[in-house]
């Protein structure tokens, strides 16, 4: 008879062989699955640095902005005092703070020369701010979407086009992203919170002296600090920025105001005749600044690409970005405090001033936002397509950036070519060149002590050595001549850039034609020098000459 088999459990266990350990992971795979923060951002930095030299363009920005922060330098280098050298009075400067200006004078100081290498002062900046983005992001313990956000900014196309403009809003940015590194997840106690307490403290202060739009920055860190009860670093930090900003604005109101505060309250602050806003001007102001924001400068900085597509993925951004700054709110750092402050303030700020250049340092808080918001979302339906959703959301938007810079790559080399090749502003439009080209022909071709009316006096003071004043904004013949009078200006550069100078100038000239001569004229007739005659006075205070009897100008006697 068989025997039957013994049952399962009544079979003698045998001893089950252990499985081979799994070798340890060598130094690479480790640095590959854990990389280091500071070597990622190391490495994102260099690869902005890379495509912001590829774009890189040497010819001076127009905006005027720049050529004040250089004479401001000068006159930090050259007479020890913060003074406007450009204007025929020089006064006491009260508009720009004095950071930007003090880089650009240490600058000179180590051998800058140029306008490139103010340039490249900005573009390290830039290069700072993009590596502090991740270090910020990867503190908040989402290393993936550090790496996804501040890779984004680094090749953000128009982020490449800010990052060498010769303007303080780039080392803003930088300043700033590095008080929201410092103060994220500030512990308390040891040596080391201890000194990123104080590098958020010195960021703060540099950030407020580069931008008066820093003050959401300070606010924001000061009403952190009182949340969470720290007074001790709350009265540090305020005993540091406060005295300082006090002397600041004492030296604004001795001088007659912060010309920023008046410019604010203007409807439109090239033209004050238009009034100072009321309520309802203030909600137009905020819905234009929306559509501005929204519908153009953040697609110009994501893609320099303001399509009506782009406008609809700008607005679904700025959606993702609301629900994940509000998500953020159940523990809110300095950042939550800051992005609606300084949100805000671009809102109410005038509208023909915004641009990308304002909205970049909150540029990458939106995109972190809208990021948190997205994975929070997804991983309400499914979390495990967080991952791939992201990887190809940060996928499309990189590939949509690949046109413009590789456009912005070959324009920007043709520029070096030709400033290389001594033509140093042939990139510049046909209205500009004619402009400098007066600007350079006055430095040696008007008596030392001549005061210049011009769209652009501290653009003008740089490459013609002369000071001036902006083209009065009055057409009233006796303002005009009024403002000539007490700032001993007997020039005035009539252009054609962006029509305010005709706009304004334009009816004193026709209806006192024989107040003025010329002294100069470019080829086409683009750009002219004109002088007030000696008798202008009697001229532009006596009747208006008829249309048809007016007369050309005459030529200016040879000095």
Known sequence: MARRPAPRSARPAQARRPAPAAPPPGPFRRLLRHPPAAAVAIGLGLLHLLLALAVFDPTVFTGGDNAAYLSLAHSLLERHAYLSIWEPLTPPHTQYPPVFPGMIAIGLLLGVKSWVGIKLIVVACSTVAVAFTYLWLRRRRRPGLAFGVAALVAISPGVLAQSHLELSDVPFWAFAMLALWAFERLGRGSRRQWLRFGIGVVAVVLAYFTRSAGLPLVVAVLAWLAWRRRWRQLAILAAVILPLAFLWWLRGH????????????YIDPYRPALGTIGISELFHRIFANERAYLGSSLPVLLTEQPTSFLGVVSYAIALLAIYGWVMRLRRPQ????????????????????????????AYPLILAYAGEGGVRLLRRVERRAVAPVGFAAAGILALLTVPALSSDADAAGMCRDQFRAGATIACLDTPWQAYFEIAQWSRSGLPANAAVFSRKPRLFFIYSGHRGLDVPRTQDPREFLQAARANRVGYIVVDRLGGLTLEYFGPILSAHPDAFCLVRATSDGTAALLQLVPDAAARLLGPASPASTQVGLGRCPAP
Request: hydrophobic fraction near 60%.
């Open 254 to 265: 001795l001088q007659g105001g912060s010309e920023y505060v008046q410019l604010f309250w």
């Open 334 to 361: 300095v950042a939550e405090l800051f992005f609606p402050l300084y949100v805000g303030l671009l809102f109410v700020w005038p509208e023909v001033w915004a641009g990308e250049r304002f909205l970049l340092p």
